[in-house]
């Protein structure tokens, strides 16, 4: 199969366009076709305008592991192949590689042979989903995409939103799917239900599909370009049709999107590299941010074109600080290597002078721990246990079993911790209600002194672009100054990592990183909704 190496990505609003395949359908009214009865109209058309931005108080509900784990959630990971007669199964590989990304619902879409498009999804982990080994054989064909999600909404709710999306169109089916927030989707919702589009779930990526439905340029993918010009906010996208696989980052590159190869030229998309070496695919390169990949089923051409306007890239820091695997290469970064430098500044701006052992919070604090025991040449120890069989449960028991949760989680290692000086180092801080746990266990296990190192700055404002974090009146750092944190979680000294220390890690690549979370400088604000107009029932009269 021979297959065209696409051309890095250099915008230019002139060039948008770098190479496609024309195609000339037939352009009419564009409707997208969902299993709803119901029927709704408007009175009245909603005026378009612009509409000014604000910054809501609290963005996401953030939902308790009875596990007692206090991090933000990463939302969303996608996956998608082509050109591979095995593509739902390395799909399916690919997904239960990014299973940190979402743990609540998982679903695969693959185009067959003779066009049509299946998906099957599910909630539950991407084992449970496609336990069943018909589920995958269902799904037949050379090209697939999936999608490995994080809910919080109910049961019925959820399994809704679980993607890949599949609807039908004017001109055919495609398949999506997203990871990111979308800040203006509640205004570009109401627009479209003003101008009679109706929608099947709760879930912003359903807006993208109804853009393309209704976008008047062709073919597709200056559909795609379209839809995706009137999108604000953070999105990694795969669109699979019955020939093609679309791959889209958002002009300011929120989320990571990689794309890679497999020996027999198939062309893998994903979030992170570490789902491409588990099929044996070859990292080539990011999906540039504002760039749209275009690989053609037919004969593997690979072409690409960017979106307008052009904004500075923001990518985010806390996929290199908590969400991605250390063994990725996240934003052009090796994520071990990142983590390792955090914990080595993290000795120079605050060493622990008095401590004689290091010790990570497992699993996510390792590296830091490690860089920190390297710059400051004190003994590196595995001095806490992960349980890694405890799952999650989204109900919210009472505070007591909460407590007796985390230490079904987390062991100390007596013969390491009891009477030592230790430093424990996490990768980030965000309610707190975790740490003083930990710091009572190593209490309890002998620890001498218990010094609280935190591999990143005070998290001081939630996420707007994908990333379930509590509203700001829970975070710790927002409630109290470092001293009445630290009195608060109980350790004998606590230091964080710097901002300024974190972007000098970055060096000139600071400036094009979002650290919103720990600065509350958000690059893009959410876009207040114009009002819903009012809603008959088509039944009414
Ligand atoms: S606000 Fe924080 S978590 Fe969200 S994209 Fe920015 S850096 Fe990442």
Known sequence: MAAATAAAATPTASTRLLRHTAGAPVPGPHQIKFSTSLELRHRSAARL???????????????????????????????????DPDASSLCYLGLQKLQHRGEEGAGIAAAGVDGKLKSVTGLGLVGDVFRDPAR????PGDAAIGHVRYSTAGAAAALR?????????????????????LVNYQALRNRLEAQGSIFNTSSDTEVILHLIATSLSRPLLSRICDACERL????????????????????????????????????????????????????????APGEVVVVDRRDMSVSSACL????????????????????????????????????RALAEESPAPTADVVIPVPDSGFYAAL????????????????????????????????????KLKLSPVRGVIEGKGVVVVDDSLVRGTTSSKIVRLLRDAGAREVHMRIASP????????????????ELISNRMDLEGVRRTIGCDSLAFLSLDKLHSIYGDEAHELCDACFSRNYPVLPTVPEPVPELVSAFED
């Not at 990694?236 to 890679?260: E, Q």
């Not at 820091?317 to 250390?326: D, G």
């Not at 590196?380 to 007796?404: E, K, M, N, T, V």
Request: proline share 7%.
């Open 136 to 139: 995958l054989a269902n799904l």
């Open 308 to 343: 307008v306007p052009h904004r500075p890239r923001k990518s985010c820091v806390f996929e290199h600080i908590y969400f991605a695997l250390p063994h990725s290469v996240v934003f052009g970064h090796a994520v071990h290597e990142r983590r390792t430098a955090y914990g």
């Open 161 to 181: 939103n679980v993607q890949p999306f599949l609807a039908a169109y004017r001109f055919g089916q495609v398949a999506v799917a997203h990871n990111g927030n």
């Open 232 to 287: 604000a906010g953070a999105y990694s996208l795969l669109f699979l049709t019955a020939d093609k696989l679309f791959a889209v980052r958002d002009p300011m590159g929120f989320r990571p999107l990689v794309m890679g190869r497999r020996p027999n030229g198939a062309v893998v998309f994903a979030s992170e590299t570490c789902a491409l070496d588990l099929i044996d695919a070859t990292y080539e390169r990011e999906v």
């Open 371 to 406: 860089g920190f025991a390297q710059a400051s040449g004190l003994e590196f120890q595995q001095g806490l246990i992960r349980w890694h069989y405890s799952g999650r449960s989204f109900i919210q028991p009472s505070q007591a079993i909460r407590d007796l949760a985390v």
């Open 458 to 473: 005070p998290v001081i404002g939630s996420c707007l672009y994908g990333i379930d974090t509590p509203s700001e009146g």
């Open 49 to 83: 305008s612009p509409a000014p931005a604000l910054l809501p108080d609290r963005v996401t509900p953030f939902n308790f592991d009875a596990d007692g784990d206090d991090h933000p959630r990463e939302e969303c990971g996608v996956f998608g192949v082509i050109g």
